[in-house]
């Protein structure tokens, strides 16, 4: 017999994690600075300006601004939840089509695809120092979810604990 959503709630492992691609990352930090010192000494030896030069390093660093915020990211019973100041996004277990674990983590991927874009519709949960946990926890949840208790029973559940504790007495209206 499975358990029930609650207890399932409570036996679930949790983890908490904060991803910033520009510290976790050291081949990110690398390229950037070298395109960077490039670009820069690039635009400057052809327009012999400091300010254009300037702008080009700036219109670089917009382009990369997602590696520049961090995402605290936590899995847990009713999913992964990714939270920055942009704004929160939560992914429910149910979504997850497979994972992949890396040198650095593990990557969670949200669609059967296995072309090289597949990439753009994944959550990449690198944390050096934390694979084995965070691998676990995946798997954890990746199993649970085959077996049916995944965060999917969370809901139902919980969808079904509230209709039920709703008052049922209109049958002695008069």
């Known amino acids: 017999m499975s358990p029930s959503s609650r207890e399932f709630e409570t036996q679930s492992p949790e983890l908490s994690l904060v991803r910033l691609p520009i510290r976790d990352d050291h081949i990110a930090q690398a390229a950037i600075v070298l395109l960077l010192l490039v670009l820069g000494l690039l635009t400057y030896s052809g327009t012999v300006s400091v300010w254009i030069s300037l702008a080009v390093v700036i219109m670089c660093l917009i382009a990369t601004w997602k590696l520049f915020i961090p995402v605290r990211i936590d899995l847990g019973p009713r999913g992964i939840i990714q939270n920055s100041f942009l704004g929160s996004r939560k992914t429910p277990w149910r979504e997850i089509v497979r994972y992949e674990t890396h040198s650095q983590g593990v990557i969670l991927y ?65």
């Open 110 to 174: 949200l669609t059967h695809d296995d072309s090289p874009l597949a990439g753009f519709a994944s959550i990449d949960l690198a944390c050096r120092g934390m694979n084995s946990e965070l691998e676990s926890v995946v798997r954890f949840y990746m199993e649970s979810r085959r077996l049916r208790t995944g965060s999917s029973i969370v809901r139902m559940s919980d969808e079904s604990n509230q209709s039920s504790q709703q008052p049922t007495d209109s049958k002695h209206s008069a």
